[in-house]
């Protein structure tokens, strides 16, 4: 984010939670948030995301589009691309943004890369639904009760997906996507609730849904991925982030490792490295200033607590 005033730069936003769907309220003064190529190597969440204006106007850039949004306009932006979002209206505006994985929405990806970047009307028809829901749901509570939060975001997700499939003009989905739909919400759920076990894998998903693992596998298909690959990527993003925290630098990175499931220390390094193409003790380097510590190799299976260990902690 960058502004054309810094010093008077004043920004505020809250975050709600709706489980695979998360709305942000951002208030800002004139300013351009731009996610750039080197932010997707860095990490890519995956994410499609909805923005519109409550107050002021957005220009949004993607895919070699310009969108101009005014109230009860919105566009759809994808963050494995580029984009910028700047805010041109004298004073401040308020934006309101809606973010989902790509792969719970069911609709053909090449499709929706025919809406990136694009003004979609939000004032009018089942658009007008999706602006004015989320819209109320950031008026609310930032902590919904934990038994509406998952049907919330299965009432925005199913809003969001109606309405791009209207411009897209899909035609209707088949009868049994919503049923599908839901279970994937409570899959990713239930991974990103126990991705700290080390024994979290398609079998122990499948038996917590009471499904069988080649139904799991086949409802994953349209995601573009696997189950077992959803879970390391999901970790990684978890061990990333605790690499590049200041406060857990003293942490060996073994141990890091270990907290977020990874059995095999080796196998995590290789996993990271192809990941964010750096290995997770270099990462520690330009984060905290500093040489990283020697190497604290993983504690071997039996092991029975010699005093190097206890020297490591």
């Known amino acids: 984010m960058t502004s054309p005033d810094p010093e008077r730069f004043r920004a505020t936003a809250r975050a709600v939670d709706l489980g695979a769907l998360t709305l942000t309220e951002l208030t800002a003064l004139p300013s351009v948030l731009r996610r750039t190529t080197r932010s997707i190597r860095r990490s890519d969440p995956e994410l499609y995301s909805v923005v519109f204006p409550r107050q002021g106007v957005l220009n949004v850039r993607q ?50 890369d025919r809406l990136l970047g694009r003004r979609l009307p939000g004032d009018e028809g089942i658009g007008a639904l999706l602006t004015q829901f989320l819209d ?19 009432v925005a997700l199913d809003l969001l997906a109606a309405t791009l499939a209207h411009h897209l003009d899909t035609g209707p989905r088949h009868e049994d996507e919503p049923g599908r739909r839901a279970l994937l919400l409570d899959i990713d759920a239930y991974i990103r609730d126990h991705l700290s076990e080390p024994h979290l894998s398609p079998r122990s998903v499948a038996d917590a849904h009471h499904i069988s693992v080649s139904y799991l596998h086949r409802i994953f298909r349209a995601r573009d991925t696997t189950v077992t690959a959803l879970i390391r990527s999901r970790r990684l993003e978890r061990a990333h982030l605790d690499l590049t925290d200041r406060r ?56 029975a607590g010699c005093a190097g260990c206890a020297r490591r902690g």
Request: aromatic share 6%; with cysteine; proline share 13%.
């Open 136 to 154: 109320d749901m950031t008026a609310g509570p930032v902590h919904p009760p934990s038994a509406d939060v998952a049907r919330l975001g299965a």
């Open 63 to 112: 895919a070699g589009r310009d969108a101009l949004l005014t109230e009860h306009d919105f566009a759809l932006c994808d963050s494995s691309r580029p984009f910028s979002l700047r805010i041109s209206a004298p004073g401040t505006a308020t934006l309101i943004s809606a973010r989902v994985p790509r792969a719970l929405l069911p609709l053909p990806a090449r499709q929706v």
């Open 248 to 303: 857990l630098r003293d942490v060996p990175v073994h141990r890091i490792a270990a907290r977020w499931g990874f059995k095999d220390h080796a196998a995590f390094t290789r996993a990271f490295r192809t990941a964010y193409g750096i290995a997770p003790r270099d990462l520690r380097q330009p984060a905290h200033g500093r040489p990283a510590a020697p190497p604290d190799p993983a504690p071997s299976e039996g092991c």
